[in-house]
């Protein structure tokens, strides 16, 4: 018994050692790339606004100040220090509108990944699994998603479920999720015949088990990237429907919202639109370059000896 623990608990020691190893590894090829991490970095600090939003916001998202229409940011002449990044059209803070925006735009990008990660995942799974006429089905399907525009396809969906903030997140979901579908099925089909495979298939383990426990784990790295893309495609996605009034709804601080209500006062007022514009390029930029690093990181091809 005393052999046996102690053989358990070199196992896990040497678990663990692997483990530190393969995570130096991963930080050194991922900070090699400065730009990952300026975005790692950026990425953080929106994570940390979104939730401190609610105690650092100086007003209410919703709140109007009837006396403080279009104010102008404070560096500008009629500026209020009230009000540091100015008002928009019926008096509501804009600093305050893209602090609590922030949270909505994180949320819709966990929220269209994790639902397109989970039925890609599954999906390309059993196609590269199973193969044959399973294959053939899933993969047709996939093709025709695929040959509609994006944005095209997400405003028809919406426009059938209805326009708000959770049919929007659910058409771009489905729009993202061919993308998963082949990546997974690629990765299945370049795995499936390695002799780990066979020797788990030869000692009797199910077809779940071989999918879930010992393909499964090998795919998560090229699916690990695109779920990294997908969040600022999401992002943007989100915006758009938002801009042409099919996704969020006024009065909701989701920013593709903000610029279509201040598409009127572009001449007159500058902040209520290029501020939503602002939050939406460093939000989609800092996201893009900590898929790049992830890639530099995961990808064994990448990788400088």
């Known amino acids: 018994m005393t052999d046996q623990t102690a053989s358990e608990v070199?196992?896990?020691?040497?678990?663990?050692?692997?483990?530190?190893?393969?995570?130096?590894?991963f930080w050194f090829y991922f900070s090699e790339n400065r730009g990952a991490v300026i975005g790692l970095w950026v990425f953080a600090s929106?994570?940390?606004?979104?939730?401190?939003?609610?105690?650092i916001a100086p007003h209410a998202p919703n709140?109007?100040?009837?006396?403080?229409?279009l104010v102008p940011p404070v560096w500008q002449q009629g500026g209020d220090w009230r009000f540091i990044l100015g008002?928009?059209?019926?008096?509501?803070?804009?600093?305050?509108r893209l602090l609590y925006g922030a949270q909505f735009s994180l949320f819709i990008g966990v929220f269209v990944v994790t639902l397109s990660v989970l039925g890609g995942v599954s999906?390309?799974?059993?196609?590269?699994?199973?193969?044959g006429a399973v294959d053939t089905v899933i993969m047709r399907i996939m093709d025709v998603i695929?040959?509609?525009p994006s944005l095209l396809l997400a405003l028809v969906l919406v426009a059938i479920l209805g326009p708000g903030l959770v049919n929007a997140m659910i058409a771009i979901a489905i729009v993202l999720q061919p993308h998963f579908v082949r990546l997974t099925r690629a990765s299945v089909l370049n795995e499936i015949?390695?002799?780990?495979?066979?020797?788990?298939r030869v000692a009797g383990a199910s077809p779940f088990y071989l999918m879930t426990k010992t393909v499964l784990p090998?795919?998560?790295?090229?699916?690990?990237?695109q779920a990294t893309l997908s969040f600022s495609n999401a992002i943007l996605d989100a915006a758009a429907l938002g801009f042409l009034g099919m996704g969020a709804q006024p009065p909701t601080p989701e920013w593709g919202t903000m610029l279509a209500e201040a598409r009127e006062f572009i001449l007159r007022a500058w902040w209520v639109v290029t501020l939503p514009g602002l939050a939406i390029l460093i939000t989609v930029l800092a996201i893009n370059l900590v898929g790049d690093g992830l890639r530099d990181a995961l990808d064994p091809k990448l990788k400088r000896s």
């Open 10 to 25: 070199d196992t896990s020691q040497s678990k663990k050692q692997m483990r530190s190893r393969m995570l130096s590894e």
């Open 123 to 131: 999906i390309g799974l059993i196609a590269g699994y199973f193969r």
């Open 63 to 69: 709140e109007q100040y009837r006396d403080a229409l």
């Open 218 to 225: 090998n795919c998560l790295g090229p699916v690990t990237v």
């Open 193 to 200: 015949n390695r002799e780990y495979v066979i020797s788990a």
């Open 87 to 96: 008002t928009d059209a019926v008096g509501r803070d804009m600093l305050s």
């Open 146 to 148: 695929l040959a509609f």
């Open 46 to 55: 929106l994570v940390l606004i979104a939730i401190l939003a609610p105690i």
